[in-house]
């Protein structure tokens, strides 16, 4: 099932001293655009998406893993505008574990997922292109000998332009990037920190190829980086907070999205302007304990919707949504289908047909893939 946060930043945020302001939930009206359960496929004794990427209302990619732990394979789901059907993914020789991690689109016709692969003792970067009508595993590559590897975000700008971003695990772990130019990666010096604190990119986001943020956690505080076409800055190191998702729509306008405090665990917005950032007010579900969000998405600087969880009694948790309406952020009721295990993982939204978004979300449901369509 999901992590505390996206993945690996749980302890980031847990362990963050001080109680934070508690936000009441303000619910949209529901005789507006609403969430609803969307069918999906799953594969062995479990199933979970973890990342989306929609080019059209009528074509989204989405990615994860099944099986058991230690054992897992790679999962892609197609959505075609009515149904979800699985897509196959090339299996990768020789490893032991294989997972897709997150997915981006520059179009019907291209995308790319990234994640991880074990084998012979180390994780190898996965990476893997869509060409319209399959998927094509790229050479793996290994950032240092007998290190773990893992690439969490992904934010293509065409076919011969992507970056991505990840860490992996030294003493101590360190972010980096990739950059894909058409025909091979090559890795993008990330600044961290210091050399004492855990630095780790959850993901990232390109309004242009000289212009990306990329945000996750460093130490016990939230991390911002930034690319400007040949290199990479830190812009924040925050205590206190995690970032686990980003989306620019503009070098002018992006929204970060995550988690701070520990006593209640409260949702965390932030904004670009194009000269600073700033934390945004946003709604916490009244009575739980603590609220995650892990992705967001922008149509335009007056739509975005991310999405996450939020903790119940004892070990419940369930789906969470917010959305942006240019002034503030509420949240939107979302489906849960276990009603004890549901989460959201990744959310993509693009316009659609007609005027209006249209935003798809995955995750899971106890062992069950999850997906939900707001229209």
Do not use: H
């Not at 020789?93 to 997972?99: A, F, H, L, N, P």
């Not at 460093?218 to 907070?241: C, E, F, K, M, P």
């Amino acid at each position: 099932m999901i992590a505390g946060t996206r993945r690996g930043t749980k302890g980031a945020v847990l362990g963050m001293a001080g109680a934070l302001l508690l936000l009441t939930a303000v619910n949209v009206e529901a005789s507006g655009p609403q969430w609803t359960l969307v069918t999906s496929p799953n594969k062995g004794s479990s199933s979970e998406l973890s990342g989306v990427s929609c080019s059209t209302q009528a074509l989204c990619m989405t990615v994860g893993t099944y099986g058991s732990s230690g054992s897992g394979r790679t999962l892609s789901e197609k959505w075609n505008g009515t149904t979800m059907a699985i897509v196959a993914s090339p299996p990768s020789k020789g490893s032991t574990e294989i997972e897709f991690n997150a997915v981006s689109c520059s179009s019907a016709s291209f995308c790319m997922a990234v994640g991880r692969q074990f084998r012979s003792g180390s994780d190898y970067l996965l990476s893997e292109k869509w060409n319209g009508s399959k998927w094509t595993m790229l050479k793996s590559i290994l950032i240092g000998p007998g290190a773990f590897d893992d690439l969490y975000g992904v934010s293509c700008k065409s076919p011969t332009w992507c970056m991505a971003v990840g860490w992996w695990t030294t003493q101590p772990e360190e972010a980096f990037s990739m950059l894909w130019n058409g025909n091979s990666w090559t890795t993008e010096t990330v600044p961290n920190t210091n050399s004492t604190d855990d630095n780790q990119l959850n993901s990232v986001s390109c309004a242009t190829t000289s212009f990306c943020v990329a945000v996750g956690t460093a130490g016990n505080g939230q991390l911002i980086d930034r690319w400007s076409g040949s290199s990479w800055t830190i812009v924040s190191s925050t205590t206190n907070r995690a970032l686990n998702g980003v989306r620019c729509r503009s070098t002018t306008f992006c929204v970060a999205v995550g988690a701070q405090g520990s006593t209640p665990v409260d949702t965390l917005v932030e904004r670009w302007n194009g000269t600073a950032w700033s934390v945004v007010p946003s709604p916490n579900v009244g009575g739980s304990p603590a609220n995650f969000l892990l992705s967001v998405s922008c149509t335009g600087t007056t739509f975005c919707m991310a999405g996450g969880y939020s903790l119940g009694s004892g070990t419940t948790q369930f789906t969470l949504a917010e959305a942006w309406n240019g002034a503030t952020w509420t949240v939107t009721p979302t489906v849960n289908p276990s009603s004890t295990s549901d989460g959201i993982s990744s959310v993509s939204c693009t316009t659609a047909t007609g005027g209006g978004n249209f935003c798809l979300a995955v995750g899971a449901e106890s062992q069950l893939t999850l997906v939900e369509k707001y229209s």
